[in-house]
């Protein structure tokens, strides 16, 4: 302990001669508190008990009078009733032989009495039946306030909710969400803010009446949905299921909730996209050589898909009615890639996905999704390398099956030149014969 006090005298000293007032004021400060606790804080509880006794008390005092003050006025009432009998009775006291005047008088005003007690009980029978009255107006309107809230309830139902969003300067999309707040589908980009509120009742019309549902499943075995219209447009598109039960059920929710979700006249602020510049890309470097494909899909369109060398599939358009026209569409997506048209964005689980679009940003086709931004780049930077090198490919395998000329003339081809080696050998062995 010596040591102690002698560390903290030195400390103390070698202090400045500020510094050892803010000590000496803190220590003041310590002291007072320990004071105010120790003889502040008993002597104020003791008041605050004071005082409490004193309310009870003086709460207590007028409840006694307001008992006593009925009590009071009831005997007023006899008294009155009393004393005009006494009066009567009064005057026929000098005479002293008529006895039976004054028992007829006195029958009489113990009638009078009797009348008189007889009212009072029946007042206060009214008086008492009235305060039960008083007690069933208010159960009656209990009832029917009870009465009224289930049709509150019947109009406030859960429905959805649209809102639209703004991405950037001149990007606006309409997103629908659940009642529990959940995100069912993205709109396209619209310029301005009054055309995505406009497309909101063509989304409507289109999901309830003459839209089409499109369900795709991507490399990772999860499914999403698409909208188009019936031009094959694409309208927007759906979140990621695990299977392919809960995309239809998601399907058929959105067509329910749509019709009669509610239009959010606030406008939100949405999730940006996320930063990214191509690379510059160099055609004489470029070595790996990927292919391209043009491919019936299930529901008979031809959409052109680009794999890598080893199989992999990168990217696929979105599906037109015709061949040329998906020929079409691998020009456009060499070009818009080359030139790094991307954009990535998020889904509803925090992944991320990148869509390739034209100048008038409409998107030509959607990549897959993952779990890292710099996946989804690397992803982006091989898709544009193998997409402006790599050719279509134009085996038989991969002809569509409409193209049912080419498939004829082939066969034909083959057989006559066939039947001519076949004439050829016949020949050159009957000439060896004779020799």
């Known amino acids: 302990m010596d040591k102690l006090i002698n560390s903290v005298k ?14 000496y004021a803190c220590l003041g400060v310590v002291v007072l508190l320990l004071l105010f606790l120790c003889i502040g804080l008993p002597i104020i509880k003791s008041k605050k008990r004071k005082a409490k006794k004193q309310a009870e008390t003086t709460a207590y005092k007028p409840k006694e009078k307001k008992e006593e003050k009925p009590a009071e006025v009831k005997p007023v009432e006899e008294k009155t009733v009393e004393k005009e009998p006494q009066k009567k009775t009064e005057q026929p006291k000098p005479v002293a032989k008529k006895t039976v005047k004054p028992t007829a008088k006195k029958e009489e005003t113990v009638k009078a009495e009797v009348k008189a007690e007889k009212p009072t009980p029946k007042k206060a029978e009214h008086k008492e039946t009235a305060p039960v009255k008083a007690e069933k107006k208010p159960t009656a309107s209990a009832t029917t306030k009870t009465a009224k809230q289930p049709k509150k309830t019947e109009s406030s139902k859960p429905s959805g909710k649209w809102t639209v969003e703004i991405k950037s300067a001149d990007e606006f999309m309409a997103k629908l969400y659940a009642s529990n707040g959940e995100e069912m589908l993205t709109s396209e980009i619209y310029t ?28 990772r075995k999860n499914y999403y949905y698409k909208l188009k219209n019936k031009n094959n447009r694409l309208l927007c598109v759906g979140e990621i299921y695990k299977t392919k039960d809960q995309c239809l059920k998601a399907v058929e929710s959105v067509k329910r909730i749509a019709q009669n979700a509610t239009i959010e006249q606030e406008l939100v602020k949405g999730d940006e996209y996320a930063p990214y510049k191509p690379d510059v890309l160099d055609k004489k470097a470029i070595k790996t050589v990927g292919k391209w494909k043009i491919e019936l899909t299930d529901d008979k369109k031809y959409s052109a898909k680009l794999y890598a060398n080893n199989g992999q599939l990168m990217l696929a358009t979105e599906g037109v009615a015709s061949r040329d026209t998906a020929v079409d569409a691998i020009e456009s997506v060499k070009k818009n890639s080359f030139d790094g048209n991307f954009i990535i964005d998020r889904d509803k689980f925090g992944r991320f996905y990148y869509k390739l679009r034209n100048a008038k940003k409409s998107v030509l086709c959607i990549g897959e999704s993952y779990d890292t931004v710099d996946g989804c780049k690397n992803a982006i930077e091989s898709v544009r390398r193998n997409a402006f090198v790599s050719e279509l490919s134009e085996d038989l395998k991969d002809q569509p099956k409409s193209d049912e000329k080419a498939a004829k003339t082939a066969p034909k081809t083959a057989t006559k030149s066939t039947a001519n080696k076949t004439q050829k050998t016949a020949v050159k062995s009957t000439s060896k014969a004779k020799k």
């Open 10 to 23: 030195d400390w103390f000293n070698g202090l400045d001669a500020t510094m050892q007032i803010v000590c």
């Open 192 to 219: 301005t803010e009054d055309g995505a509120r406009n497309g909101i009742a063509t989304l409507v019309k289109n999901i309830t009446e003459t839209g089409d549902f499109l369900i795709y499943e991507d490399k």
